[in-house]
Every structure is written in structure tokens, then in C-alpha cells.
């Protein structure tokens, strides 16, 4: 029996939402430290891309707990820099432990997938 399928479209939703925010987030991250004020910031310019490899590869099943993995690094570095810098950054440790329930949890299989899209059983 498969969880029901509230749960399991639950589970995708935070997966996918998850992924697909820090994606953006990572990209935009990026171009900051690109565009900040007429000079470059590195520590941006390679960190935002870095963790936009890790959103996508979370993003792909097959690849989801590599990605969670490289997420959990980037936020963590994020998190104590921002922390160094005075900033505490709560968006980030939520960020973190989704990323770490998804990992743990691991990627819906075809049948639960299915059951989420309303294809399958109950």
C-alpha cells in the first residue's frame, strides 16, 4: 500500500518548489556577484553557480541525492557567511532541512508519481 496521494503530491510539491526556487535563486545569486556596484564578487560568481548545478541535479531523480548533498554545502556556506556578517538567515536552515528530508526520502518511484498525478491508485 503507497502513501495516500495527499501526502505523496505534498512531497512533490516541496520537492519540485524547492528545487526550482533555489534554482533561481542560485542563478540570481550569480548575476549579483556579477553586477554588484561595478565590481565583481567572486565568492558570488562561484557559489551561485555551483549551487545551480546542485538545484538541477535535485531536481533529477537519479541524481536527486548528489544534488541535496551539493545544496546542503552551498546553504551551509551561505548560511555562515551570512552569520559572520551579523545576518541571520532562517530562509537558509529551512532551505537546508528540506533539502535534507527530500535526500533522506529519497525520489518518488514510478508508481507513486503516478498515484501523485492522479494516474495510479489511491
Do not use: N
Request: proline residues 5%.
Amino acid at each position: 500500500m503507497y502513501p495516500p496521494r495527499a501526502l505523496l503530491r505534498a512531497f512533490l510539491a516541496l520537492w519540485l518548489v524547492t528545487g526550482l526556487v533555489l534554482l533561481y535563486g542560485s542563478v540570481a545569486t550569480a548575476l549579483t556577484g556579477l553586477r554588484a556596484h561595478g565590481h565583481v564578487h567572486p565568492h558570488l560568481v562561484i557559489l551561485g553557480p555551483v549551487e545551480a548545478v546542485a538545484a538541477v541535479l535535485f531536481l533529477v531523480p537519479r541524481a536527486l541525492r548528489w544534488g541535496a548533498a551539493g545544496l546542503l554545502l552551498t546553504i551551509g556556506i551561505a548560511f555562515l557567511v551570512h552569520l559572520t556578517m551579523g545576518q541571520f538567515r532562517g530562509d537558509l536552515l529551512i532551505y537546508g532541512v528540506v533539502a535534507a528530508f527530500v535526500m533522506v526520502h529519497g525520489p518518488l518511484t514510478a508508481e507513486q508519481l503516478k498515484t501523485a498525478l492522479g494516474r495510479g491508485e489511491s
